[in-house]
T-cell receptor, first 115, second 113 residues
Framework: DQQVKQNSPSLSVQEGRISILNCDYT??????FLWYKKYPAEGPTFLIS?????DKNEDGRFTVFLNKSAKHLSLHIVPSQPGDSAVYFC??????????????FGKGTKLSVIP | NAGVTQTPKFQVLKTGQSMTLQCAQD?????MYWYRQDPGMGLRLIYY???????DKGEVPNGYNVSRLNKREFSLRLESAAPSQTSVYFC????????????FGPGTRLTVL
């Protein structure tokens, strides 16, 4: 059973417009969420995070919104740039009980920003 | 400061062969992780090491073993490779006691024929 779902495998957006990537989760025990960005042939890199005590976190062109009642979060990129073209993974954090954390990843959404 | 490094970058094995994937980090992180990524799938946790001297199973541990050699190094071993283990393997590390992000290596692309 997939606990973190990214239902859109791909998204195309014109340069300069807003990109909205969505993520849903089923486990109400998740209380911290991250977005990772991945270019081909590279490892994922951290983009932005949000904890459950917030409903919004902003970092430059990137904003993540969290709706806990709907178990939904979204990543907004404004304005979108061609260099944003990558696969974006939503991930949720839960304690592993051993002093560390495990990330549960969604399947990813491939964003293509068209010049 | 290289971050997380992985060797090899590519590997082709025949069914039944064994191999070890190496991972090292120079960020003095306590926790290290091994993930696999299959086409159309998110990353799935194989094993992790919360701190030096400890290892625990993740979501998909079958067919793998790990060794936390020291604080810097965390290796993943396939004792008898199977075609189902064809995947891209990522190592990651994090500072265990903060909710900071995990830092990923560039990956090892493994093909088992």
């Amino acid at each position: 059973d997939q606990q973190v779902k990214q239902n859109s495998p791909s998204l195309s957006v014109q340069e300069g417009r807003i990109s909205i990537l969505n993520c849903d989760y089923t486990n109400s025990m998740f209380d911290y969420f991250l977005w990772y960005k991945k270019y081909p042939a590279e490892g994922p890199t951290f983009l932005i995070s949000i904890s459950s005590i917030k409903d919004k976190n902003e970092d430059g062109r990137f904003t993540v919104f969290l709706n806990k009642s709907a178990k939904h979060l979204s990543l907004h990129i404004v304005p979108s740039q061609p260099g944003d073209s990558a696969v974006y993974f939503c991930a949720a954090v839960h304690f592993s009980g051993a002093g560390s954390y495990q990330l549960t990843f969604g399947k990813g959404t491939k964003l293509s920003v068209i010049p | 400061n290289a971050g997380v490094t992985q060797t090899p970058k590519f590997q082709v094995l025949k069914t039944g062969q064994s191999m070890t994937l190496q991972c090292a980090q120079d960020m003095n992180h306590n926790s290290m992780y091994w993930y696999r990524q299959d086409p159309g799938m998110g990353l799935r946790l194989i094993y992790y090491s919360a701190s030096e001297g400890t290892t625990d199973k993740g979501e998909v541990p079958n067919g793998y073993n790990v060794s936390r050699l020291n604080k810097r190094e965390f290796s993943l071993r396939l004792e008898s490779a199977a075609p189902s283990q064809t995947s891209v393997y990522f190592c990651a590390s994090s500072e265990a006691h903060t909710l900071n992000e995990q830092f990923f290596g560039p990956g090892t692309r493994l093909t088992v024929l």
